[in-house]
Structures are given as structure tokens and as C-alpha cells.
């Protein structure tokens, strides 16, 4: 697939995008956003990122690149190539939400059902978004990341949320999964654990939102298994 690009206060960003055959711009689709990690580009996780072909044509997949150099259209996955990163800052949050409002005035999009999911440090991106702007999208999912501190600075703000992490990861420590969990729950206000019917995962009972955590012997990687999880949990919001 190739580069698209779009202007964000004169600087080019780079997206590319998973659109179903079938697309009409009558009938209204989610659109999901998934974020590479550390020193990659979109290109490293289109294969991962498969919730278009997952849809049966009615969900769009788009994945940003996120700060550093044009990603190219050759895999880059930590080979200190493009160095990219997904820090959480305003030029970052901004290029997010003018995509948003692109791809919404050009495709038939369902609003209320707009989702993100990140990996590694787009997983920490996604944390602090779910944060600073949980009502921009429907629910969060990060993968492999983890938090800074132990709440969000607005008490109020209570997103769904479906975590993912591998117990072996050797690049975030599975330790930031946990706190992961236990930052949401409390930001949810759970109770105790319940079982889930995701592969892998346990819900909480009590939380103002969902908040699912999920657990696998895998590595720092977006396996099968959490794309399906996540394809699943999107799916459930209407």
C-alpha cells in the first residue's frame, strides 16, 4: 500500500490505509487507528493491524507514522533505521484528530464507533491519549506499553480499555502491563476480577467503562491472538 500524506501545521505526515472493497460511503464503517512502536513505521504492522480484513468490509484501518523520518515502504522494525517515535504531545494529539476529521469527511464513517490501538511506545501514546482525550475515541487498546503514574490528572475520565501484554516481552517488562491494569481499573473504579470470554483475558466487575487485561506467554510483538481479542472487543461497542 502506498504513503498517504497530509499537512499538520506545515509539517507532511505519513498514514497508510486499509479501506474495504466494498466501501460505498453509504454505509456507515468503524475506523480503527493502530500505532507502530519505537523505531518503526506503519509498514511493520500492516500485516499485524488486520481488523479491515477481519470486518468482512466494515471496519477501515489506518495506521500513522509517527515522529522522525518519511517511513518509506520497507519494513523497519528496531534496526535504528527511523529512530520514529509517538510521544505524547499536542503535534502528535493534533495529527490524530485532524486524520480523524480527514478520513470522516471523505469515507462514510460511524462516529461513535472510532477506535485505537498502540504497540510499545504507541501503547504508552495511547495511555496518555485515553487520558488527555478520552472522548475522541470509543475505546483504547494498548499493547505492550504502560502508563505514567497511577491516574489520569482528570478524575472524570473513564475510558474502555483492553490491555494486552507477554509475560516474556524482553523490551517493555511485563511488570508495565500490570500497571497498566492497575491504573485503569482504579481510574474505572473495579472491583474484583471476573473471567472473560476474550482468549487469555479477565474482566473486572464494577468498572464505569470495560476494562479487560490480557495475558500471553508471547514476546514484545502483535500476535494473532491480540488482534482477534481486539477485533472482538471493538466489535462488541454499537
Not at 481510574?187 to 476474550?198: D, L
Request: with cysteine.
Amino acid at each position: 500500500r502506498t504513503q498517504q500524506t497530509i499537512d499538520i501545521g506545515g509539517t507532511t505526515r505519513y498514514y497508510l490505509l486499509d479501506v474495504p472493497a466494498n466501501a460505498d460511503n453509504q454505509t456507515p464503517l468503524m475506523l480503527i487507528f493502530g500505532l507502530h512502536g519505537y523505531d518503526m513505521n506503519n509498514v511493520a504492522v500492516i500485516d499485524r493491524y488486520t481488523f479491515t480484513s477481519r470486518s468482512g468490509g466494515k471496519a477501515i484501518t489506518v495506521m500513522p507514522q509517527g515522529e522522525g523520518p518519511p517511513p518509506g515502504d520497507v519494513s523497519h522494525w528496531g534496526d535504528q533505521v527511523l529512530k520514529s517515535t509517538w510521544a505524547a504531545n499536542e503535534a502528535n494529539y493534533n495529527f490524530i484528530r485532524t486524520l480523524m476529521t480527514d478520513l470522516e469527511s471523505r469515507y462514510c464513517i460511524d462516529k461513535n464507533r472510532v477506535f485505537l490501538a498502540g504497540f510499545s511506545m504507541g501503547g504508552f501514546f495511547t495511555n496518555s491519549l485515553a487520558c488527555a482525550h478520552s472522548d475522541w475515541f470509543r475505546a483504547f487498546a494498548p499493547i505492550s506499553g504502560g502508563v505514567s503514574g497511577t491516574s489520569c490528572a482528570n478524575a472524570s475520565v473513564k475510558p474502555p480499555i483492553m490491555i494486552h501484554h507477554g509475560t516474556a516481552d524482553d523490551v517493555v517488562a511485563f511488570s508495565n502491563g500490570e500497571a497498566t491494569r492497575d491504573y485503569w481499573t482504579k481510574q474505572n473504579a473495579c472491583s474484583e476480577t471476573n473471567k472473560s470470554s476474550y482468549t487469555g483475558c479477565q474482566s473486572f466487575d464494577g468498572c464505569a467503562e470495560p476494562v479487560v487485561f490480557c495475558v500471553g506467554s508471547w514476546k514484545h510483538d502483535i500476535t494473532a491472538t491480540v488482534t482477534a481479542n481486539l477485533w472482538s472487543f471493538f466489535s462488541s461497542f454499537n
